[in-house]
């Protein structure tokens, strides 16, 4: 077909800027299943925010960033916008420093890149060694007792203390313990933490790429010295997360915030018998729709085994009716996680794409500390389908032959087309016949009547 009639087309379908989820898959209001595969960007010291001004491999982000990303066919990335950026003092929100996140956003849309806002912490606050509260929200008196003895009982514990055990063994500290628990009950922390979340969705909601938000990155059990069982995984999640949870849907949902947004929540991270969660959307009193996600990490300890975790999350999806979406995976056997991925069509985010300036994780999957290029990096160079119109039966990319195949069942109320990243020179077949074109490397197909059947064999 004539490229240019392509190339208008595109630009009406680029973002839909409506999710819901739709038989365990995220959907869009064209009517298509969408697939993410992409980076995690978080800055974890203040200002909270990578350099913008200059291409650095090390912690600075811009559009030569973007560009990267775009090439590797990436299409997504999960944002941490931090609330210690937020609110840096009590009741007082630094409205810079949300425009410049809302300017990152801006120039990843440049890209048609989507993102997910998430509230990252690691350890809880630069008071307990990690990120993520502000620090009005922390009084500090003997950590990290009993992990060892007090570091700073006065301020915050200095980076070479911190540095002397892994972070998040300060986790089992009594104060970030107690903290967490906090957060989760109701106190007056809890509130500030859904006015954050308040400002968060007022200042994204109209953006046309941020398909949702993740309320909270690994969370903690809680206060696990007064109820020790909340070690266990599936106590942690009932007792404290479910109710954390289903409150905070009801928050940002009662204020229309949902109504085109996708809501991520994640369970304790070593749930690998299952999070005995029930769906946050399920339980409100507006069914009419569902925007509830489960997000999960998949690392090797904690996780036991590729098909253990996937077996679990599976089993977590059908039972909540839900989609699932891998926000956080590092290199150990991305090949055999991305295989699984393929088979359920689920999407994914990778940590991370450049240091992060904290000490609770500072690898990098695309430069090494030299700034030359890290290997895996290529493993993310892969042909997917982005956007499918219709429901995907079968999907699979064959790493070594460089093959793809597609099947799916055509929905024919979809206004939009089937989207594929191709990563290289390829040959494509598609049964029955159908209109497509190719730009900036993705194939675009039309809508068709009946089912599709897609192979692609690329060039070695």
Same mark, same amino acid.
């Given at each position: 077909?004539?490229?240019?009639?392509?190339?208008?087309? %595109?630009?009406?379908?680029?973002?839909?800027?409506?999710?819901?989820?739709?038989?365990?898959?995220?959907?869009?209001n064209l009517g298509r299943e969408l697939v993410y595969h992409g980076v995690n960007l978080v800055y974890k010291l203040s200002p909270w925010h990578s350099s913008l001004n200059e291409f650095n491999?090390?912690?600075?982000?811009?559009?030569?960033?973007?560009?990267?990303?775009?090439?590797?066919?990436?299409?997504?990335?999960?944002?941490?916008?931090?609330?210690?950026g937020v609110e840096p003092e009590r009741n007082k929100y630094n409205y810079s420093y949300i425009q410049t996140m809302k300017n990152i956003v801006g120039n990843l849309e440049k890209k048609n890149?989507?993102?997910? %806002?998430?509230?990252?912490?690691?350890?809880?606050?630069?008071?307990?060694?990690?990120?993520?509260?502000?620090? *009005?929200?922390?009084?500090?008196?003997?950590?990290?007792?009993?992990?060892?003895?007090?570091?700073?009982t006065s301020g915050k514990p200095t980076r070479e203390q911190c540095l002397t055990r892994d972070w998040w063994k300060y986790q089992f500290s009594h104060e970030a313990s107690k903290k967490y628990?906090?957060?989760?009950?109701?106190?007056?922390?809890?509130?500030?933490?859904?006015?954050? *979340?308040?400002?968060?969705?007022?200042?994204?909601?109209?953006?046309?790429?941020?398909?949702?938000?993740?309320?909270?990155?690994?969370?903690?059990?809680?206060?696990?010295?007064?109820?020790?069982?909340?070690?266990?995984?599936?106590?942690?999640?009932?007792?404290?997360?479910?109710?954390?949870?289903?409150?905070?849907?009801?928050?940002?949902?009662?204020?229309?915030?949902?109504?085109?947004?996708?809501?991520?929540?994640?369970?304790?991270?070593?749930?690998?018998?299952?999070?005995?969660?029930?769906?946050?959307?399920?339980?409100?009193?507006?069914?009419?729709?569902?925007?509830?996600?489960?997000?999960?990490?998949?690392?090797?300890?904690?996780?036991?085994?590729?098909?253990?975790?996937?077996?679990?999350?599976?089993?977590?999806?059908?039972?909540?009716?839900?989609?699932?979406?891998?926000?956080?995976?590092?290199?150990?056997?991305?090949?055999? %996680?991305?295989?699984?991925?393929?088979?359920?069509?689920?999407?994914?985010?990778? *940590?991370?794409?450049?240091?992060?300036?904290?000490?609770?994780?500072?690898?990098?999957?695309?430069?090494?500390?030299?700034?030359?290029?890290?290997?895996?990096?290529?493993?993310?160079?892969?042909?997917?389908?982005?956007?499918?119109?219709?429901?995907?039966?079968?999907?699979?990319?064959?790493?070594?032959?460089?093959?793809?195949?597609?099947?799916?069942?055509?929905?024919?109320?979809?206004?939009?087309?089937?989207?594929?990243?191709?990563?290289?020179?390829?040959?494509?077949?598609?049964?029955?016949?159908?209109?497509?074109?190719?730009?900036?490397?993705?194939?675009?197909?039309?809508?068709?009547?009946?089912?599709?059947?897609?192979?692609?064999?690329?060039?070695?």
């Open positions: 077909m004539n490229l240019l009639k392509g190339l208008l087309c %595109i630009t009406t379908i680029q973002f839909a800027n409506c999710y819901h989820i739709k038989n365990m898959r995220i959907n869009d491999y090390n912690l600075h982000s811009q559009m030569n960033d973007y560009n990267i990303l775009s090439e590797l066919g990436l299409n997504f990335v999960r944002l941490g916008v931090m609330w210690s890149i989507s993102v997910l %806002i998430e509230f990252h912490l690691d350890a809880l606050s630069e008071y307990y060694c990690g990120e993520g509260l502000p620090d *009005w929200a922390v009084n500090n008196s003997n950590f990290p007792f009993p992990v060892t003895s007090a570091y700073n628990q906090e957060l989760y009950d109701n106190t007056s922390l809890r509130r500030a933490f859904f006015n954050y *979340w308040e400002i968060i969705a007022k200042s994204f909601n109209e953006s046309k790429n941020v398909i949702g938000y993740e309320i909270m990155n690994e969370p903690w059990p809680g206060d696990i010295y007064s109820d020790p069982e909340l070690l266990i995984a599936k106590n942690a999640n009932e007792k404290n997360l479910q109710v954390f949870y289903d409150e905070i849907f009801m928050f940002l949902n009662n204020k229309n915030y949902l109504k085109n947004k996708l809501f991520l929540f994640e369970p304790i991270t070593w749930s690998e018998l299952g999070s005995h969660f029930k769906n946050p959307c399920l339980n409100s009193n507006d069914n009419s729709s569902n925007q509830c996600v489960l997000s999960y990490h998949c690392y090797f300890p904690p996780q036991i085994s590729v098909d253990q975790t996937f077996k679990s999350r599976l089993r977590d999806m059908e039972q909540m009716n839900t989609a699932g979406f891998l926000t956080e995976v590092g290199s150990d056997r991305l090949h055999d %996680i991305f295989e699984r991925l393929d088979e359920s069509f689920q999407s994914v985010s990778v *940590w991370t794409y450049k240091r992060n300036a904290g000490i609770t994780g500072d690898g990098s999957m695309f430069f090494n500390k030299n700034g030359s290029n890290e290997s895996t990096r290529l493993l993310l160079n892969r042909t997917y389908p982005r956007a499918i119109c219709g429901h995907g039966k079968y999907f699979n990319f064959n790493v070594t032959a460089n093959t793809f195949v597609l099947i799916y069942e055509n929905n024919n109320a979809c206004t939009g087309m089937t989207e594929i990243f191709l990563n290289g020179k390829m040959n494509i077949s598609i049964s029955p016949e159908s209109e497509y074109f190719i730009s900036n490397s993705i194939l675009y197909v039309y809508a068709n009547s009946q089912n599709i059947d897609i192979k692609i064999v690329g060039d070695h």
